[in-house]
């Protein structure tokens, strides 16, 4: 089926430390429209297509309608869309109950930058009773978003699953030689290479690089992400991250995101890399993350083993969409 939308407003300019204002078009403009509300977001050029679903406890949209809409060329074009929904009967002390669609329709079990995305909107929603911190309901379970300075949001997103068959992933080979057992050796392409398999709510494949590979990559990423994605050593398919280590504190990283492809960033893959990084050793516990959308503050924190990340997050323009 076709699909039309329209843009009625869009984010002002404002000063950083203020909350983003939304300038609406006139009412005639949009008297005669049917459909549903989407506001679109982004958190370091990951972006979403976010809808107000407190009604009801499941989506307004079908996964094919989600993929139809995130089309770059003939939709609204997103890596996503999310739904915020009422809290969930199953975690009734919850705020509210997030999901989220890929462009590929397929469903993941969490969004780190997503959820940065969601806390902002439904802090926007709110308006004078918002929240300092969200409980979200979230297919990997509770997460924690709270609002941070400059416009940020500080998420506790858990503790990382490092046990191979919770991730899942198949990986018996250990890397010989290797800091940690956590390090196996998957071949890829007809190459073997050292990885971590690491799940933050959803699974991440790790790999490290040179900084030559790492630009080779970047141009290339399109024809080998797949491979790794797909790989059957990974029953669930997987997010991939190929990191280049600038020093024990920042990292730059690439990533071929399950369902999505190539993005500009991926906060639950950011968070699956420094657990990664210092597990191999070549990383401290907090670390700053360089994605091509910009930098992620992420903390490994030994007192507690939660991993926690800061970053942006911004309303872009909002509209209607008929699908």
């Not at 549903?36 to 079908?62: A, H």
């Not at 926007?124 to 997460?143: E, F, P, R, S, W």
């Not at 280049?244 to 890399?273: D, Q």
């Amino acid at each position: 089926p076709s699909t039309h939308f329209v843009a009625v407003t869009r984010r002002c300019t404002v000063a950083p430390s203020s909350e983003p204002k939304i300038q609406t078009a006139r009412r005639s403009n949009i008297a005669m429209m049917h459909g549903t509300q989407f506001f679109k977001y982004q958190g370091l050029g990951n972006d979403f297509i976010l809808v107000d679903n407190r009604k009801s406890p499941e989506p307004l949209m079908t996964p094919a309608q989600a993929q139809t809409i995130c089309d770059r060329h003939f939709g609204i074009g997103a890596d996503g869309v999310i739904f915020l929904l009422p809290p969930s009967p199953k975690n009734p002390e919850t705020d509210c109950t997030m999901r989220i669609y890929n462009s590929d329709g397929s469903e993941p079990e969490m969004c780190g930058n997503g959820i940065r995305c969601l806390a902002k909107f439904a802090a926007m929603l709110d308006g004078d009773q918002a929240k300092k911190a969200y409980k979200v309901h979230t297919l990997a379970g509770t997460i924690v978003p709270e609002m941070a300075s400059a416009g940020r949001v500080c998420v506790d997103m858990g503790p990382p699953e490092l046990q191979l068959d919770k991730v899942p992933a198949i990986l018996p080979q250990a890397a010989p030689g290797a800091k940690s057992d956590k390090v196996r050796i998957l071949e890829v392409l007809g190459e073997k290479r050292e990885v971590i398999a690491v799940s933050m709510g959803n699974p991440h494949c790790i790999t490290f690089v040179s900084e030559q590979e790492f630009d080779t990559l970047n141009k290339k990423l399109e024809s080998v992400g797949p491979t790794w994605e797909n790989h059957p050593a990974f029953p669930k398919r997987v997010n991939t991250e190929f990191i280049y280590v600038e020093s024990p504190t920042k990292l730059h990283m690439l990533v071929w995101e399950r369902g999505a492809g190539r993005t500009l960033a991926c906060g639950t893959g950011a968070c699956a890399v420094v657990v990664a990084s210092h597990l191999a050793g070549k990383a401290e516990r907090k670390c700053t993350v360089v994605l091509p959308g910009g930098p992620l503050e992420i903390e490994w924190r030994e007192s507690n083993n939660r991993v926690y990340m800061t970053g942006p997050a911004e309303l872009v323009y909002t509209g209607f969409v008929t699908v």
